[in-house]
């Protein structure tokens, strides 16, 4: 009785001057010649793969810049609201009229 093994992922690449999915074909008949239960699937190019292996960090850099922008103009807004709060007429910034010594 022949036992099944736990699914190993196997790769094959293969270089060609022609697009990938055109040479789906022959690669199938290829490999099936060698061993005819083996599947074939996810036929793409190397550059398709490498785009969408760093999707993953391009949305978390992007993520984290907006983020960042959103923490800036938050910030920017809260000194503005707490500068003109505490002013009270005086013509000095908050930050300014927190660190002078005529307070």
């Known amino acids: 009785m022949e036992q099944d093994a736990p ?3 196997q790769f094959l690449a293969v270089r060609t001057a022609a697009d990938a999915t055109a040479f ?3 690669l199938r008949a290829a490999v099936a010649r060698v061993d ?9 190019s190397m550059e398709a793969l490498r785009h969408n292996s760093a999707a993953e960090r ?3 850099v992007v993520t984290l810049g907006h983020s960042a922008a959103g923490a800036g103009v938050g910030g920017g807004g809260i000194y503005g609201v707490v500068s003109y709060s505490w002013r009270g007429g005086r013509r000095k910034s ?3 009229w927190l660190w002078s010594a005529d307070r």
Do not use: I, K
């Open 94 to 96: 908050a930050f300014a």
């Open 7 to 9: 699914f190993m992922p």
């Open 24 to 26: 789906a074909g022959p």
């Open 58 to 60: 391009r949305f978390s």
């Open 36 to 44: 005819p239960r083996q599947p074939v699937f996810l036929v793409t």
